[in-house]
């Protein structure tokens, strides 16, 4: 059982920066694959980052490509998502979530949820 907590979340202007971080306890974080979700208020969950067990291989949205980077520490069992050039339709509650074996962005295949941190962003 892994327990996932994201954080950073907050208000920002257009065009500024946020850093979230999920941090991960209860099992052996270095065998996850991890993705990065949002959801919007009446909006379907969408995949927007993740990264490989190892962290050899990164995964964007095209809507966050080119803006936003993600990594991984498993010896401090954590992901981090730099969010640079936020606009204002990045506004949504973020989820981090994990997956074993074969990596996928389907919502419905991740094993483990964090609760999510909101990010909202000004225009």
């Known amino acids: 059982q892994v327990q996932l907590i994201e954080s950073g979340g907050g208000l920002v202007q257009a065009g500024g920066s946020l850093r979230l971080s999920c941090a991960a306890s209860?099992?052996?974080?270095?065998?996850?694959?991890i993705n990065w979700f949002r959801q919007a208020p009446g909006k379907e969950r969408e995949f927007v980052a993740g990264i490989s067990w190892s962290g050899g291989n990164t995964y964007y949205a095209d809507s966050v490509k080119g803006r936003w980077t993600i990594s991984r520490d498993n010896a401090k069992n954590t992901v981090s998502l730099q969010m640079n050039s936020l606009k204002p339709e990045d506004t949504a509650v973020y989820y981090c979530a994990a997956k074993s074996s074969g990596y996928s962005t389907v919502v419905w295949r991740m094993a483990y949820w964090g609760q999510g941190t909101q990010v909202t962003v000004s225009s």
């Open positions: 209860g099992g052996t974080f270095s065998i996850y694959h």
